[in-house]
T-cell receptor, first 114, second 112 residues
Framework: EAGVAQSPRYKIIEKRQSVAFWCNPI?????LYWYQQILGQGPKLLIQ????????DSQLPKDRFSAERLKGVDSTLKIQPAKLEDSAVYLC????????????FGQGTRLTVV | GDSVTQMEGPVTLSEEAFLTINCTYT??????LFWYVQYPGEGLQLLLK?????DKGSNKGFEATYRKETTSFHLEKGSVQVSDSAVYFC???????????FGAGTRLAVHP
């Protein structure tokens, strides 16, 4: 079974530029998460989708971050404009809707803002 | 809101030593609890889980027991190996949509 795919793996941009990350979850997984993991910290949930609807985006900085999930499958996370403090690894994960099931994570995208 | 607190690392042990990594949580209701592990250069993966009070999750020699009275889910292993060197994250499911909340992580380094 294919895992969660993310691209790109690495990205370096200048502050005030824009960037987009892509995630393809495991087939059949209705729940999709985007996390931000700053070096030395735990993953912080940015946004959670169930199918193509947002169920939690309470920690998403909506003035600069946006995300969508097309047809309840692939998802993109965008930052515009980027700030230095956005440097982090952006993780995508997916899971079944069933309670207590594990989330499967992609390898992440390491973003460096200079 | 719901949250997870882990002991700070790094934890440095010799091979075959006993490991404990403390985790406590704050949550409304009865969350499911998880330990995830991140090996060097790899993505996060589930290590073990427990879904109700007094449940014990176990995998690869690691164990953790869901203690509702102390709101804890401490990770233990009787004899660690060099290959256990990784970052360990305690996590919980919060709310009706399985919102997955993580602790800060604890780095474990095991030396021969």
């Amino acid at each position: 079974e294919a895992g969660v795919a993310q691209s790109p793996r690495y990205k370096i941009i200048e502050k005030r530029q824009s960037v987009a990350f892509w995630c393809n979850p495991i087939s059949g997984h209705a729940t999709l998460y985007w996390y931000q993991q700053i070096l030395g910290q735990g993953p912080k949930l940015l946004i959670q989708f169930q199918n193509n609807g947002v169920v939690d985006d309470s920690q998403l900085p909506k003035d600069r971050f946006s995300a969508e999930r097309l047809k309840g499958v692939d998802s993109t996370l965008k930052i515009q404009p980027a700030k230095l403090e956005d440097s982090a690894v952006y993780l995508c994960a997916s899971s079944l809707v069933t309670r207590n099931t594990e989330a499967f994570f992609g390898q992440g995208t390491r973003l460096t803002v200079v | 809101g719901d949250s997870v607190t882990q002991m700070e690392g790094p934890v440095t042990l010799s091979e075959e030593a006993f490991l404990t990594i403390n985790c406590t949580y704050t949550a409304t209701g009865y969350p499911s609890l998880f330990w995830y592990v991140q090996y060097p250069g790899e993505g996060l993966q589930l290590l073990l889980k427990a879904t109700k009070a007094d449940d014990k999750g176990s995998n690869k020699g690691f164990e953790a027991t869901y203690r509702k009275e102390t709101t804890s889910f401490h990770l233990e292993k009787g004899s660690v190996q060099v290959s256990d060197s990784a970052v360990y994250f305690c996590a919980l499911h919060s709310g009706g949509y399985n919102k997955l909340i993580f602790g800060a992580g604890t780095r474990l380094a095991v030396h021969p």
